[in-house]
């Protein structure tokens, strides 16, 4: 394994895992509710009385987030991903991820950001679960098929 040194970017990605650090910790001290982003959009799916508007705000915000950061950023400092699939293959892994939530009862952020700075039991063996599952397909798409 080597490191792509063109793109290793170590101060920014701190800086993003700070800041989400930071949401995730305020997010439940002002609203006693975990930000894991499947829940978020799942509460969409099901609306309850009143709260649909934060909901639909908070995903906004993340979609309107990289476009803000592309206008606000110096020339060169953000990277467009390179992702060396098609459209079909996108759409699959993203409703792959979304059985995934569900079946593992949330997401990355709210296990593995939240649940474990929670010290939940559960949220480890979730993320524990995700990263070996996600270990266990990149090395079967790289090295055997």
């Given at each position: 394994?080597?490191?792509?040194?063109?793109?290793?970017?170590?101060?920014?990605?701190?800086?993003?895992?700070?800041?989400?650090?930071?949401?995730?910790?305020?997010?439940?001290?002002?609203?006693?509710?975990?930000?894991?982003?499947?829940?978020?959009?799942?509460?969409?799916?099901?609306?309850?009385?009143?709260?649909?508007?934060?909901?639909?705000?908070?995903?906004?915000?993340?979609?309107?987030?990289?476009l803000?950061?592309?206008?606000?950023?110096?020339?060169?400092?953000?990277?467009?991903?390179?992702?060396?699939?098609?459209?079909?293959?996108?759409?699959?892994?993203?409703?792959?991820?979304?059985?995934?939530?569900?079946?593992?009862?949330?997401?990355?952020?709210?296990?593995?950001v939240?649940?474990?700075?929670?010290?939940?039991?559960?949220?480890?063996?979730?993320?524990?679960?995700?990263?070996?599952?996600?270990?266990l397909?990149?090395?079967?798409?790289?090295?055997?098929?």
């Open positions: 394994m080597t490191i792509d040194w063109t793109s290793f970017t170590p101060w920014t990605s701190l800086a993003g895992g700070v800041l989400l650090g930071v949401s995730a910790a305020l997010f439940i001290l002002l609203n006693g509710r975990v930000l894991g982003i499947s829940g978020i959009l799942g509460g969409l799916l099901t609306p309850k009385q009143g709260d649909t508007g934060w909901r639909l705000s908070f995903l906004l915000g993340m979609l309107a987030a990289p803000v950061a592309g206008l606000l950023a110096p020339e060169g400092f953000l990277k467009a991903p390179r992702i060396d699939a098609g459209y079909g293959l996108v759409v699959l892994a993203g409703l792959l991820v979304g059985v995934g939530t569900r079946y593992g009862s949330g997401c990355t952020s709210g296990h593995g939240c649940g474990l700075s929670r010290l939940s039991p559960r949220s480890l063996v979730a993320t524990l679960a995700f990263m070996a599952a996600g270990f397909v990149v090395f079967l798409l790289r090295h055997v098929f």
